[in-house]
Nanobody, 115 residues
Framework: QEHLVESGGGLVQPGGSLRLSCEASGIFFSLYVMGWYRQAPGKQRELVAA???????TYTDSVKGRFTISRDILKNTVHLQMNSLKPEDTAVYYC?????????WGQGTQVTVSS
């Protein structure tokens, strides 16, 4: 059974940092592109960052220089380090695993940036 379990969300003040983690089970981790998406109220879900597993990472423009995605192959875990957080980063963040055959989603974790 495939599972993606996120952790690390919460409430943080503007300028603060959070580290999200997503542990994958039931999939051959290294064969998937791992990504983080977010969805704010009233908005569409958007790709925040992705790691292809082949040394390539991508970021949406609004988080470049502030967020870093990384993959721990030994722990089947992907992290999203978020620094210099802004109120507009407030959203539910979802972990995603995809390849040409399958796509899986985590349940989401809330990130709220507010003073």
């Amino acid at each position: 059974q495939e599972h993606l379990v996120e952790s690390g969300g919460g409430l943080v003040q503007p300028g603060g940092s959070l580290r999200l983690s997503c542990e994958a089970s039931g999939i051959f981790f290294s064969l998937y592109v791992m990504g983080w998406y977010r969805q704010a109220p009233g908005k569409q879900r958007e790709l925040v960052a992705a790691d292809t597993g082949a040394g390539t990472t991508t970021y949406t423009d609004s988080v470049k220089g502030r967020f870093t995605i990384s993959r721990d192959i030994l722990k089947n875990t992907v992290h999203l380090q978020m620094n210099s957080l802004k109120p507009e980063d407030t959203a539910v963040y979802y972990c995603n695993a995809r390849n040409r055959i399958s796509t899986y989603w985590g349940q989401g974790t809330q990130v709220t940036v507010s003073s």
